[in-house]
């Protein structure tokens, strides 16, 4: 069981540059979300789903896209790159509203230059 | 801005020991989680405790919740060095999405 996977784990991009971060789960859950962790900020929400074709904005969704087509799948856009972008990204996934435990994938470590 | 705060924000102690840390929150929640962090790594959900509990038990973990202070605390019992870790609570506000919100953690170390 893959859990939630994240792909590329590193990449590095140019300013002005847009790249989508994949992230897809085989567990059928409901729930997406993706987060940026920066230091000694903790975990700040990006965008959620709720379910496939419902998304909407989390805390720090400016310079972000995001689409649900699938359950699968919640892929996050970057459409120009900027250094404020710089993060380490996670997706997560759970469940329903009635399970709340979030399950991570490894991260992808953006670095814009 | 962000629902939880940890506290402290760094936190040392010998093996054997016992760890606390602290979240507190700023509005009613639905359910309180703590998760871990290796560094590196993916967050690992570690206890989830409900609105209306308030403690639970998971090995040497115990969580404790107390809605009228808006906090919580995980202690770790005997801790090893492989506590070694970052720890994050995350709540998820009533009426809202239950999308959990994270603090910016404690930072473990256990020194073997």
């Known amino acids: 069981n893959a859990g939630v996977t994240q792909t590329p784990k590193f990449q590095v991009l140019k300013t002005g540059q847009s790249m989508t971060l994949q992230c897809a789960q085989d567990?059928?859950?409901?729930?997406m979300s993706w987060y940026r962790q920066d230091p000694g900020m903790g975990l700040r929400l990006i965008h959620y789903?709720?379910?496939?074709?419902?998304?909407d904005q989390g805390e720090v969704p400016n310079g972000y896209n995001v689409s649900r087509s699938t359950t699968e799948d919640f892929p996050l856009r970057l459409l120009s790159a900027a250094p404020s972008q710089t993060s380490v990204y996670f997706c997560?996934?759970?469940?329903?509203?009635?399970?709340?435990?979030?399950?991570f994938g490894q991260g992808t470590r953006l670095t814009v230059v | 801005s962000q629902q939880g705060e940890e506290d402290p924000q760094a936190l040392s102690i010998q093996e054997g020991e016992n760890a606390t840390m602290n979240c507190s929150y700023k509005?009613?929640?639905?359910?309180l989680q703590w998760y871990r962090q290796n560094s590196g790594r993916g967050l690992v959900h570690l206890i989830l405790?409900?609105?209306?509990?308030r403690e639970k038990h998971s090995g040497r973990l115990r969580v404790t919740l107390d809605t009228s202070k808006k906090s919580s605390s995980l202690l770790i019992t005997a801790s090893r060095a492989a506590d070694t870790a970052s720890y994050f609570c995350?709540?998820?506000?009533?009426?809202?999405?239950?999308?959990?919100?994270f603090g910016r953690g404690t930072s473990l170390i256990v020194h073997p």
């Open positions: 997560a996934s759970s469940p329903d509203r009635k399970t709340a435990e979030a399950f």
């Open positions: 567990m059928n859950h409901e729930y």
């Open positions: 509005t009613s929640i639905n359910n």
């Open positions: 405790i409900r609105s209306n509990e």
């Open positions: 995350a709540t998820d506000a009533s009426g809202g999405s239950y999308i959990p919100t």
């Open positions: 789903s709720v379910g496939a074709g419902i998304t």
